[in-house]
């Protein structure tokens, strides 16, 4: 059973910088999707940034392209969200994910919920302005 642990989140002003991590255990790192999430109070959950695990491809939405990275240690089985020039639309409860079928989520899209086995319990985010 896979399980994954975030970390990372606290509060800090519009303009700042965090970086979430994430490790996994109990599933096959290497070759799956990962992918961090978030929720805001009465939102939808939202995908913001995935990568594939093999080849280290990394996916973002259009929120948040040219503010955040995600990437990866491998070894240590960990994922990694590095936010820069926080707004504070990006206040939120952080989650990250795996996907363990490489080949649906390459059919559906890496941002999408249902590409996901197991989940974080998440990581606040809170950011003022």
């Known amino acids: 059973q896979g399980r994954l642990v975030e970390s990372g989140g606290e509060s800090v002003q519009a303009g700042g910088s965090l970086t979430l991590s994430c490790r996994g255990t109990g599933y096959t790192y290497s070759g799956a999707y990962m992918g961090w999430f978030r929720q805001s109070p009465g939102e939808e959950r939202e995908g913001v940034a995935a990568?594939?695990?093999?080849?280290?491809?990394?996916y973002y939405s259009d929120s948040v392209k040219g503010r955040f990275t995600i990437s990866q240690d491998k070894v240590k089985n960990t994922l990694y969200l590095q936010m820069n020039s926080l707004k504070p639309e990006d206040t939120a409860l952080y989650y990250c994910?795996?996907?363990?079928?490489?080949?649906?989520?390459?059919?559906?899209?890496?941002?999408?919920?249902?590409?996901?086995?197991?989940w974080g319990q998440g990581t606040q985010v809170t950011v003022s302005s």
């Open positions: 990568i594939y695990t093999g080849a280290g491809r990394t």
């Open positions: 994910a795996a996907g363990t079928s490489p080949m649906y989520c390459m059919r559906i899209g890496p941002l999408l919920r249902d590409c996901y086995d197991y």
